[in-house]
């Protein structure tokens, strides 16, 4: 990769980090709200128990077919210029996705009752509750369908700004709900206080926040100025090649989905919404660190691909492999310094250890982002499905194997506290309930009390810890058979340089992340001023570490935020 195509790619993911780092933030913010106007006790589980159902059924029948092909399929006609096909495309995969998904809402609200009645160790009385919000939640299916479309025809023609901003909107639209439910029923009134109006807020509003999602897309759509018509027919071989990588991406993402059913049947009566929790604070160094860079060349590799140039190919995937497993080195470092203060500002203490459980998979997981991608873009469907299918089945499995030996605690929390397994809100270090206000101590307890280990009044870990530790082995899996893949489907040059880069990101994240928690430890008892400090500490000691011996591959970044700085 040329330097000037190197700065080129930092200037957009640089765009998309800066709009992912908004969106997160109001991600963060709805998932803050939610925890102060729904809580973390029964009535959460089950709203989150019955808004994730759709999120499964559509992921395994369209979802992950539908992220993996539109790039691939689009990106050689818009770099030729070629309108009218891409035209054709995009309004047969829209047509099919109206065709299968319509239908599919409709059975889903017809099946509510029983499929709420799957959800084990639930009272039937909210069973009911889960079956009303799942009908209203149905609609949600086509729309999904609707939103990966459009966000794949934008980005295959480098519009990335919307399909970050739409995600912005939509978690605006959601706290709305949530808000307004604390005002219909009261705040954490559970389901002592819940009536049919507070009801039809949670479930109505999350649904309206899809419907932003997915139609708020349509405004940069129309600049493209193709000619949308109904049809079921590809032209050429798009549809052979669309089935190809549809069926890749349908294993991948319904894989993903057996690991959610492990989790809601061995944390719904307990741990789910701290599980929630920890995996959205996971969730937001892999959106802003390796998910930008990965959709910023995630077009460029499939164009190099099509054009069946090998050299911009490899070029271009080995530097951004570095980058992000460099970057996820300091998100993994962020994760485990700031877990505390983190839990605390959102009213989720007993997420806490669950974050530092999850943190070690985000080296995985971030080159999941990039590789599955790359091999999607030269039509390596089989390896990305079978890496991917593989990695989330270890996860799976390694979860099952603690419950099944007892290992899980089941209540969800690192002191033992709460009726629901997630509910002990004191500071995680000692007792009091600042924490629920977000400004109690992160805690200054040892190492032991960092990971869940330690002496918690009852045999095993925590929920949240087990579920999580699990997911990092399933993605540290994952990973490795992702790089294995691509070495053997593009060569060892696809990935030069890839095992420096890896060694010098976890060392300098064990560092940083060491370097943080002991900061954090010494910042007093705020947990906002907690993380502030923890925060920098985190970034210089890793800046430190890591720039001397991999500056090349941070280097675009830096110049780019140098230039921004400068500019402002």
């Given at each position: 990769?040329?330097?000037?195509?190197?700065?080129?790619?930092?200037?957009?993911?640089?765009?998309?980090?800066?709009?992912?780092?908004?969106?997160?933030?109001?991600?963060?913010?709805?998932?803050f709200v939610f925890l102060h106007t729904v809580g973390i006790h029964d009535l959460a589980n089950i709203y989150n128990a019955a808004n994730t159902i759709p999120n499964i059924v559509f992921e395994l029948v369209a979802g992950g077919a539908l992220a993996s092909l539109v790039v691939p399929l689009l990106a050689g006609h818009v770099v030729a210029g070629d309108t009218e096909r891409v035209g054709t495309v995009t309004s047969a995969l829209l047509t099919w996705v109206l065709v299968l998904m319509v239908p599919l809402a409709v059975l889903v609200a017809l099946l509510a009752g029983p499929i709420a009645g799957l959800l084990p160790d639930v009272p039937p009385d909210h069973q009911e509750t889960a079956a009303s919000m799942l009908r209203v939640f149905a609609p949600q299916l086509p729309l999904y369908g609707i939103g990966i479309v459009l966000t794949g025809v934008l980005q295959a023609h480098h519009r990335f700004a919307w399909p970050v901003i739409a995600p912005l909107l939509s978690s605006v639209t959601v706290m709305g709900a949530y808000l307004t439910y604390a005002m219909v029923d009261g705040a954490k009134s559970d389901f002592g206080g819940l009536t049919r109006t507070g009801e039809l807020t949670l479930s109505v509003g999350t649904s309206l926040g899809v419907v932003v999602l997915a139609l708020c897309l349509l405004i940069p759509l129309r600049r493209l100025h193709l000619p949308l018509r109904p049809t079921?027919?590809?032209?050429?071989?798009?549809?052979?090649?669309?089935?190809?990588?549809?069926?890749?991406?349908?294993?991948?993402?319904?894989?993903?989905?057996?690991?959610?059913?492990?989790?809601?049947?061995?944390?719904?009566?307990?741990?789910?919404?701290?599980y929630n929790a920890a995996q959205t604070v996971f969730l937001l160094p892999w959106a802003v660190l390796a998910v930008p860079l990965a959709t910023a060349v995630y077009p460029t590799l499939a164009a190099a691909a099509t054009r069946g140039d090998e050299e911009a190919y490899r070029s271009s995937l080995s530097a951004t492999a570095r980058t992000v497993t460099l970057l996820a080195g300091l998100g993994a470092a962020a994760l485990v310094a700031l877990a505390g203060p983190i839990a605390h500002l959102i009213d989720?203490?007993?997420?806490?250890?669950g974050i530092v459980g999850f943190a070690p998979g985000l080296f995985g997981y971030a080159l999941f982002a990039l590789l599955s991608r790359a091999l999607y873009a030269r039509g390596a469907t089989v390896a990305a499905a079978v890496s991917t299918a593989v990695g989330w089945l270890v996860a799976a499995a390694v979860a099952l194997l603690l419950a099944a030996s007892g290992s899980l605690r089941g209540d969800g929390s690192a002191d033992g506290g709460g009726t629901s397994g997630v509910s002990g809100l004191g500071s995680a270090g000692g007792g009091g309930t600042s924490g629920g206000q977000g400004l109690g101590s992160a805690g200054d307890g040892g190492a032991s009390d960092a990971l869940g280990l330690g002496s918690a009044g009852g045999g095993g870990i925590p929920d949240v810890v087990g579920l999580g530790l699990a997911s990092a082995v399933g993605m540290t899996v994952l990973g490795v058979l992702l790089v294995l893949a691509v070495r053997r489907h593009a060569g060892p040059e696809a990935l030069a340089g890839l095992g420096r880069a890896t060694v010098v990101g976890i060392v300098a994240a064990g560092v940083a992340a060491l370097a943080g928690r002991a900061v954090v430890g010494f910042s007093?008892?705020?947990?906002?001023?907690?993380?502030?400090?923890?925060?920098?500490?985190?970034?210089?000691?890793?800046?430190?570490?890591?720039?001397?011996?991999?500056?090349?591959?941070?280097?675009?970044?830096?110049?780019?935020?140098?230039?921004?700085?400068?500019?402002?």
């Amino acid at each position: 990769m040329t330097a000037r195509s190197a700065t080129k790619l930092a200037g957009a993911a640089a765009l998309i980090t800066v709009l992912t780092v908004v969106a997160r933030i109001a991600g963060f913010a709805r998932t803050f709200v939610f925890l102060h106007t729904v809580g973390i006790h029964d009535l959460a589980n089950i709203y989150n128990a019955a808004n994730t159902i759709p999120n499964i059924v559509f992921e395994l029948v369209a979802g992950g077919a539908l992220a993996s092909l539109v790039v691939p399929l689009l990106a050689g006609h818009v770099v030729a210029g070629d309108t009218e096909r891409v035209g054709t495309v995009t309004s047969a995969l829209l047509t099919w996705v109206l065709v299968l998904m319509v239908p599919l809402a409709v059975l889903v609200a017809l099946l509510a009752g029983p499929i709420a009645g799957l959800l084990p160790d639930v009272p039937p009385d909210h069973q009911e509750t889960a079956a009303s919000m799942l009908r209203v939640f149905a609609p949600q299916l086509p729309l999904y369908g609707i939103g990966i479309v459009l966000t794949g025809v934008l980005q295959a023609h480098h519009r990335f700004a919307w399909p970050v901003i739409a995600p912005l909107l939509s978690s605006v639209t959601v706290m709305g709900a949530y808000l307004t439910y604390a005002m219909v029923d009261g705040a954490k009134s559970d389901f002592g206080g819940l009536t049919r109006t507070g009801e039809l807020t949670l479930s109505v509003g999350t649904s309206l926040g899809v419907v932003v999602l997915a139609l708020c897309l349509l405004i940069p759509l129309r600049r493209l100025h193709l000619p949308l018509r109904p049809t079921l027919r590809f032209p050429g071989g798009e549809g052979r090649q669309a089935v190809r990588l549809g069926w890749a991406g349908a294993v991948t993402v319904g894989s993903q989905q057996i690991m959610t059913v492990v989790v809601i049947a061995l944390a719904v009566s307990g741990a789910l919404t701290a599980y929630n929790a920890a995996q959205t604070v996971f969730l937001l160094p892999w959106a802003v660190l390796a998910v930008p860079l990965a959709t910023a060349v995630y077009p460029t590799l499939a164009a190099a691909a099509t054009r069946g140039d090998e050299e911009a190919y490899r070029s271009s995937l080995s530097a951004t492999a570095r980058t992000v497993t460099l970057l996820a080195g300091l998100g993994a470092a962020a994760l485990v310094a700031l877990a505390g203060p983190i839990a605390h500002l959102i009213d989720a203490v007993p997420a806490e250890n669950g974050i530092v459980g999850f943190a070690p998979g985000l080296f995985g997981y971030a080159l999941f982002a990039l590789l599955s991608r790359a091999l999607y873009a030269r039509g390596a469907t089989v390896a990305a499905a079978v890496s991917t299918a593989v990695g989330w089945l270890v996860a799976a499995a390694v979860a099952l194997l603690l419950a099944a030996s007892g290992s899980l605690r089941g209540d969800g929390s690192a002191d033992g506290g709460g009726t629901s397994g997630v509910s002990g809100l004191g500071s995680a270090g000692g007792g009091g309930t600042s924490g629920g206000q977000g400004l109690g101590s992160a805690g200054d307890g040892g190492a032991s009390d960092a990971l869940g280990l330690g002496s918690a009044g009852g045999g095993g870990i925590p929920d949240v810890v087990g579920l999580g530790l699990a997911s990092a082995v399933g993605m540290t899996v994952l990973g490795v058979l992702l790089v294995l893949a691509v070495r053997r489907h593009a060569g060892p040059e696809a990935l030069a340089g890839l095992g420096r880069a890896t060694v010098v990101g976890i060392v300098a994240a064990g560092v940083a992340a060491l370097a943080g928690r002991a900061v954090v430890g010494f910042s007093g008892h705020l947990a906002l001023v907690q993380g502030l400090c923890g925060g920098v500490a985190v970034l210089l000691v890793f800046g430190a570490v890591a720039y001397p011996l991999a500056g090349r591959d941070l280097a675009p970044l830096v110049r780019r935020l140098k230039r921004a700085g400068a500019r402002n």
